[in-house]
């Protein structure tokens, strides 16, 4: 007898189930795109323990018929495609009929549903294995679907969850990114007991993006709508400076799906091109609309990617939008500061009104070239102040001369031998790293309470991952808490920031802080608060240092640990031998 047969149909729909079914995340995505598949206009999702537990998704969608009950558990059963010629060309978001019947494999289900055309609901029951139990039930027309225990006798794909809070984030996630695109539907998220979600339907688009991404962002939005070679490109790009350390504000969607591709991702990116620094994202809301024949969703079993055979012209029509969309966008603040100083200048009130509008910031040339050339301090053994430590440089060597401060960002210091060029701000961020990991490692943090504390407001994805690193945030000097649903307030700091603790400041941090807590494993959390909290406390990099500040720096690197490097691993000096530079020069052979 040979050895091959055919897999039972219990073990493959536990493999294709495999496919579709990451964890509750998927879950979420899948009852979602029914809900809207069935023209739902609200849609309501809970979840407990992260989902793990139970998935709850209701919806006032066209409902399923009583005879349809039985069959929409079954593999590839779906109301959505009949032939070949419809494969060509999908408008719903499902079609291959296989998520419901996923779930059923892999949990316990319960769906309540009432067609449209039926008086009376109906209720279906099933667990994995089993056949599922059918009867009368009441319900609005609509449909609600419950997915119970997620791999509860799968121990091998169990351990592969993440725990409630990450899988929780996760669902956050995919609501969030359905609810940014699809602004005409209402959608709820209730997470253990509580809302963290709640839009009405019909909103405006830029209403529940404010309402997503909070409002900080809200003065920064610049709309995009750009058609050309058959695709339409429509949606939101934000303005820099507002940026993120990661991607998960580039929200991307084909015909109002949301989808995740790196390569859209990178042509966001081109279209900024300078306006970013490296390492930072922008945040954006695409959607992108081509001929339905153009698009092959059948490509991923998640449909998570998509491919489109015109995709060298998608990319290149999405750079192309976002750079136009920037380049045409006057900041409104700007402006409107600018109609103001004419309004008064023109009222004759010119003078007092003046000093509101912000000095254009010259770099002083005439006052910068004189430090770089005469009356040079000296840091050794000098007529003027103490010499500076010979420790600070001890492996450097010998004494040397503050040469001066170059790019507001560079630190030249002469010795003997060679030229050794500062990055002030990663020096001062290794400064600053080592003394606030110094005391939290102690235990006495030294904490500065805000004169005024201050409110920052929040999306309810960051709202939900601040709130879980909280301790460890009074561990390294924060006092952060909740403010009502949507806010946060800060009422304390580590010391090494009150200095520096402006308003704008301390929103780019909590901003950073909240990434820190959806990209970190838990056991790097704690460090990786130090390493922003020390950047953000840092020395700025473009702010002008005199003789005595600079001086003030290199002393306090003589008394910290790993000075040669910054928190991230960047150096914070290099050396340039005099001997290099005789080479480079030609003056020697
Ligand atoms: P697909 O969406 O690919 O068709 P699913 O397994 O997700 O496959 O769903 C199977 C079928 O069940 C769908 O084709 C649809 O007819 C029906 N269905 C599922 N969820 C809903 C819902 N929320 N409202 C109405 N019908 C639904
Ligand atoms: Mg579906």
């Not at 750009?226 to 350390?245: A, D, I, K, L």
């Not at 990178?266 to 970013?276: D, F, K, M, P, Q």
């Not at 995709?311 to 006057?330: G, N």
């Amino acid at each position: 007898m040979g050895r091959i047969r055919p897999l039972d149909q219990e073990l493959v729909s536990l493999i294709s189930a495999g496919e579709v079914i990451e964890g509750p995340f998927s879950v979420v995505k899948e009852l979602i795109e029914n809900a809207l598949d069935a023209g739902a206009t609200m849609i309501d999702v809970a979840i407990e323990e992260g989902g793990i537990k139970k998935i709850s998704v209701s919806d006032n969608g066209h409902g399923i018929l009583r005879e349809d009950c039985a069959i929409c558990l079954e593999r590839h059963s779906t109301s959505k495609i009949r032939s070949r010629e419809d494969i060509e060309a999908i408008g719903t978001y499902g079609f291959r009929g296989e998520a419901l019947a996923s779930m059923a494999a892999v949990a316990e289900m319960r769906i309540i549903s009432r067609a449209k055309e039926e008086d009376i609901g109906t209720e279906v029951i099933s667990r994995p294995g089993a056949r599922p139990t059918i009867r009368e039930a009441s319900r609005p027309v609509g449909s609600t679907v419950e997915v119970m225990d997620l791999f509860a006798r799968m121990p091998a794909r169990r351990k592969h969850l993440a725990g409630p809070k990450v899988e929780a984030q996760r669902v956050i996630d995919v609501v969030m990114r359905h609810a940014a695109v699809r602004n005409d539907v209402g959608f709820r998220l209730v997470r253990d007991g509580e809302v963290v979600l709640e839009c009405p339907r019909g909103q405006r688009s830029e209403d529940r993006l404010l309402y997503l991404w909070g409002s900080q962002i809200s003065r920064a939005l610049v709309r995009v709508d750009h058609s050309r070679m058959g695709v339409r490109v429509t949606g939101f790009v934000v303005r820099p400076p507002y940026s993120r350390g990661n991607r998960s504000r580039e929200y991307f969607s084909v015909l109002k799906r949301p989808i995740e591709d790196q390569r859209l991702s990178r042509a966001v990116e081109n279209g900024y091109s300078t306006l970013l620094m490296r390492g930072r994202y922008p945040a954006c809301l695409i959607d992108i609309e081509v001929d339905l024949r153009d698009v092959d969703v059948n490509v991923h079993p998640t449909k998570r990617e998509v491919r489109m055979s015109n995709m060298d012209t998608v990319l290149r029509v999405v750079e192309e939008a976002v750079r136009r969309a920037l380049s045409q966008d006057r900041p409104p603040d700007v402006s409107a500061d600018l109609d103001e100083y004419l309004t008064t200048v023109r009222d004759g009130s010119h003078e007092t009104r003046v000093a509101a509008f912000p000095p254009t910031r010259q770099p002083n040339v005439t006052t910068a070239h004189p430090r770089l050339t005469e009356e040079v301090p000296l840091a050794g053994p000098s007529p003027r102040g103490p010499p500076a430590e010979p420790a600070v440089v001890d492996e450097l060597g010998g004494t040397f001369r503050i040469v001066g401060q170059i790019h507001n960002l560079y630190i030249l210091l002469e010795f003997e031998d060679a030229l050794v060029i500062i990055d002030q701000h990663a020096a001062h961020e290794r400064v600053m790293y080592e003394r606030l990991r110094k005391e939290v490692n102690e235990g006495h943090v030294s904490v500065q309470e805000l004169l005024e504390p201050m409110v920052v407001q929040m999306g309810p994805d960051e709202m939900h991952n601040l709130l879980s690193l909280s301790d460890m945030l009074r561990a390294v000097g924060f006092d952060i808490g909740p403010f009502g649903d949507r806010e946060i307030v800060i009422r304390a700091v580590p010391e090494i920031l009150g200095r520096h603790a402006r308003p704008e400041d301390l929103t780019a941090l909590v901003d950073e802080l909240v990434e820190v807590g959806s990209r970190t494993p838990t056991e790097h959390f704690m460090d990786e608060i130090v390493k922003v909290t020390a950047c953000h406390s840092a020395i700025r990099a473009g702010r002008p240092l005199n003789e005595r500040e600079i001086r003030g720096l290199l002393e306090e690197m003589a008394e910290t640990p790993n000075r040669y490097n910054c928190p991230h691993g960047r150096p914070t000096m290099i050396r340039i031998s005099s001997a290099e530079l005789e080479r480079r020069f030609k003056r020697t052979t």
